[in-house]
């Protein structure tokens, strides 16, 4: 059993920054790229950042210079600072990652998300 704890969404006016946190927990052998989509009322869940087992990072233009990925691997956890926020920024965050579990007789290696967590910008 393989569960995703994200935390930090909240209500902040533009230019404000927040948190978020996506911490994995259970029989975990590794973990991969660890990544940020968000989902807006409407629109397709996209790509905010990503970052590689070797720290390798990867953003949406429209996000780039304000938001940061990060990752700690001793908590099995991913981190998105998001700074000057914006209106538009205002949409759902779910975190990705890709693990190799345990599973019974045998490991698995896929993408597991988060449950996602609201973020709302205020102008």
């Known amino acids: 059993q393989v569960e995703l704890a994200e935390s930090g969404g909240g209500l902040v006016e533009a230019g404000g920054s927040l948190r978020l946190s996506c911490a994995a927990s259970g029989s975990i052998f590794s973990i991969n790229a660890m990544g940020w989509y968000r989902q807006a009322p409407g629109n397709q869940r996209e790509l905010v950042a990503t970052i590689t087992s070797s720290g390798n990072t990867n953003y949406a233009d429209s996000v780039k210079g304000r938001f940061t990925i990060s990752r700690d691997n001793a908590k099995n956890t991913v981190y998105l600072q998001m700074n000057s926020l914006k209106p538009e920024d205002t949409a759902v965050y779910y975190c990705?990652?890709?693990?190799?579990?345990?599973?019974?007789?045998?490991?698995?290696?896929?993408?597991?998300w988060g449950q996602g967590t609201q973020v709302t910008v205020s102008s």
């Open positions: 990705k990652l890709y693990m190799t579990t345990a599973q019974f007789m045998g490991v698995r290696v896929s993408d597991y």
